[in-house]
């Protein structure tokens, strides 16, 4: 089993502090230079266990996170989290989220952190097994089955689920593939397979260990 089972009534919670803490000694730019509204150049990290992508600037300083879930797009920041909604039609949510952070920064309004401190702080995956849901999904029948349901498809798909539990069909779920090293955020829904057909073989970025070998070893991908 990857899943422990939820014992009823619950509290949920968030999963971790949702605010990025900035050491004493560093300083927003605008505090020195008040009135530059110039954007900084900035690029998108690669998504922690969590799922939430860091946007940095500069010297590797971490302006804010970035995540989705149930199709709005936040972000965590020093001043704690918010929700930006759904990205416009086209537009990837990760693309509106770092531009928001952006301007934020520019305006002085945020701060950075070392991604280096960033890193250190992230959990590391679970040596046991996973709880059933995610801590931001309520506990109730509808979750629970669905939960369920989808653990059985992760292990006859030769998936492992590394941290949370279930976080819905269509949220960020980082995963470990067990036919090679790849881990990383996919969707549910994807891994299933969409309207009637089957899901594909390539799994994940990099092809895994090849088509051929993927539909060979699991019968699901057939």
Known sequence: MTTQLLERPMTVTDDEPGK???PAQLEHPAACAEGT?????YRVGAPDIHCRYPVIVGDDQVIGRAYRWHRDWLVLTTSGERNLRRPPKGTPGTDMAAAHLAKEYAAGRIGAVPLDQVLAEAPTPLCG??????????VNDRNIESAQTAFAGLAAHHWRAVLTGFPGSDNH???SCEL???EGPKFWSHL???NGQAPSARRHKGGCIGEDKVRRLIPAYH
């Open 129 to 138: 097994p996973v709880p059933l849901l995610h801590p931001r999904m309520p």
């Open 20 to 22: 990025l803490t900035v």
């Open 192 to 194: 299933r397979g969409r």
């Open 173 to 175: 779920w980082y995963l």
């Open 37 to 41: 509204t110039a954007l900084p150049t």
């Open 180 to 182: 090679c090293p790849w």
